[in-house]
T-cell receptor
Framework: NAGVTQTPKFQVLKTGQSMTLQCAQDMNHNSMYWYRQDPGMGLRLIYYSASEGTTDKGEVPNGYNVSRLNKREFSLRLESAAPSQTSVYFC???????????FGEGSWLTVV | GQQLNQSPQSMFIQEGEDVSMNCTSSSIFNTWLWYKQEPGEGPVLLIALYKAGELTSNGRLTAQFGITRKDSFLNISASIPSDVGIYFCAGRRNAGNMLTFGGGTRLMVKP
């Protein structure tokens, strides 16, 4: 029962470096999401993909890009990392109705 | 920005005590969800509420969808050490809309 799997679990980047966070789900869900979590801020939506072939900006999209590679996979890319992007990133997926969202275990990213 | 106000921000209680937390908004939501996040893990869904006034239980947890549709409550009875974690409320206005999350309530339980 893998559910939502995201990699890497931990990453340290230097300012200006780029990286991609990978996410895959095996629940045949249409919708996928990327959130970031910062202390006291709850979860904020970065980008989402309502269905394969579509992506839309969430609440905090600046500095990120996404790719819905296929129905299973949704990647998040930081083209030029900044210290403000130090955070915990969660990938999630849901059915189209989105009534229940399932989260991955998180990726801890530090930008120095 | 964040539109759900969750309180309290943190609680430190004795094992066996009951816990109450709530989530309020100035906007109406048609779905309320409660999640628990343990250290180093992603949030896990505890209870989903779909109708105003709805009261739903999951073991020792009970959540209510406020009648005004602007708030929701979560109660934990007879707390135990494994209840430790951060509890998040989340709301959705309409089908297809994105979830809005509260800031979380950090619960600590003293054995």
């Amino acid at each position: 029962n893998a559910g939502v799997t995201q990699t890497p679990k931990f990453q340290v980047l230097k300012t200006g470096q780029s990286m991609t966070l990978q996410c895959a789900q095996d629940m045949n869900h249409n919708s996928m999401y990327w959130y970031r979590q910062d202390p006291g801020m709850g979860l904020r939506l970065i980008y989402y993909s309502a269905s394969e072939g579509t992506t839309d900006k969430g609440e905090v999209p600046n500095g990120y890009n996404v790719s819905r590679l296929n129905k299973r996979e949704f990647s998040l890319r930081l083209e030029s990392a900044a210290p403000s992007q130090t955070s915990v990133y969660f990938c999630a997926s849901s059915t189209v109705s989105g009534n229940t969202i399932y989260f991955g275990e998180g990726s801890w990213l530090t930008v120095v | 920005g964040q539109q759900l106000n969750q309180s309290p921000q943190s609680m430190f209680i004795q094992e066996g005590e009951d816990v109450s937390m709530n989530c309020t908004s100035s906007s109406i939501f048609n779905t309320w969800l409660w999640y628990k996040q343990e250290p180093g893990e992603g949030p896990v869904l505890l209870i989903a509420l779909y109708k105003a006034g709805e009261l739903t239980s999951n073991g020792r947890l009970t959540a209510q969808f406020g009648i005004t549709r602007k708030d929701s409550f979560l109660n934990i009875s007879a707390s135990i050490p494994s209840d430790v974690g951060i509890y998040f409320c989340a709301g959705r206005r309409n089908a297809g809309n994105m979830l809005t999350f509260g800031g979380g309530t950090r619960l600590m339980v003293k054995p």
